[in-house]
T-cell receptor
Framework: AQTVTQSQPEMSVQEAETVTLSCTYDTSESDYYLFWYKQPPSRQMILVIRQEAYKQQNATENRFSVNFQKAAKSFSLKISDSQLGDAAMYFCAINSGYALNFGKGTSLLVTP | DTGVSQDPRHKITKRGQNVTFRCDPISEHNRLYWYRQTLGQGPEFLTYFQNEAQLEKSRLLSDRFSAERPKGSFSTLEIQRTEQGDSAMYLC?????????????FGPGTRLTVT
């Protein structure tokens, strides 16, 4: 079984500042992918960034980057230069076959 | 690429009624997934199809739930004799095996309210 834990139910960041969302996971698989999804209020879930477990280099997508610590089973998301449009629920997820296993999410509030 | 679409977006039904939801995946995607999301939780996997074959079902999918993907394109999820505990957002996602193997693209969801 795979599990994902997001220990921060809510986070707040000021516009233009940097915020880090935490995620830890557990899996017995050696080959898996990790994802961060963003779900804005009343809008559909979109992929923010993904990381292949076999890659040591941390993934980066524009203002979004991850800190992947495989041994610690940690996968945090850093959002730089936060914008008002970043306000949303953020879900960490793991997949090693077909189903995505999600955490409970972190609600990110961005203040002007 | 028009994205994953779901219909209806909202459904209110009375307990005991049957409901059916539809999902249209991204056209070239051969895998289609159904998830359920309750308030304050992340989505939970229900079932998935590769082409028209239903390959896996979660224990969450009770015998009141049935899903089909008859021609390997759109899919339907039917809930019979709805219960208040069925109230949730039902999400559909699709992916293409052999590319973006583990990456799933989500639709906007169908929000079900059982009264």
């Amino acid at each position: 079984a795979q599990t994902v834990t997001q220990s921060q139910p809510e986070m707040s960041v000021q516009e233009a500042e940097t915020v880090t969302l935490s995620c830890t996971y557990d899996t017995s698989e050696s080959d898996y992918y990790l994802f961060w999804y963003k779900q804005p209020p009343s809008r559909q879930m979109i992929l923010v960034i993904r990381q292949e477990a076999y890659k040591q280099q941390n993934a980066t997508e524009n203002r979004f980057s991850v800190n992947f610590q495989k041994a610690a089973k940690s996968f945090s998301l850093k959002i730089s230069d936060s914008q008002l449009g970043d306000a949303a629920m953020y879900f960490c997820a793991i997949n090693s076959g077909y189903a995505l296993n999600f955490g409970k999410g972190t609600s990110l509030l961005v203040t002007p | 690429d028009t994205g994953v679409s779901q219909d209806p977006r909202h459904k209110i039904t009375k307990r005991g009624q049957n409901v059916t939801f539809r999902c249209d995946p991204i056209s070239e995607h051969n895998r289609l997934y159904w998830y359920r999301q309750t308030l304050g939780q992340g989505p939970e996997f229900l079932t998935y199809f590769q082409n028209e074959a239903q390959l896996e079902k979660s224990r969450l999918l009770s015998d009141r739930f049935s899903a089909e993907r008859p021609k390997g394109s759109f899919s339907t999820l039917e809930i019979q004799r709805t219960e208040q505990g069925d109230s949730a957002m039902y999400l559909c996602a699709s992916s293409l095996v052999d590319r973006d193997f583990y990456e799933q693209y989500f639709g906007p969801g169908t929000r079900l309210t059982v009264t």
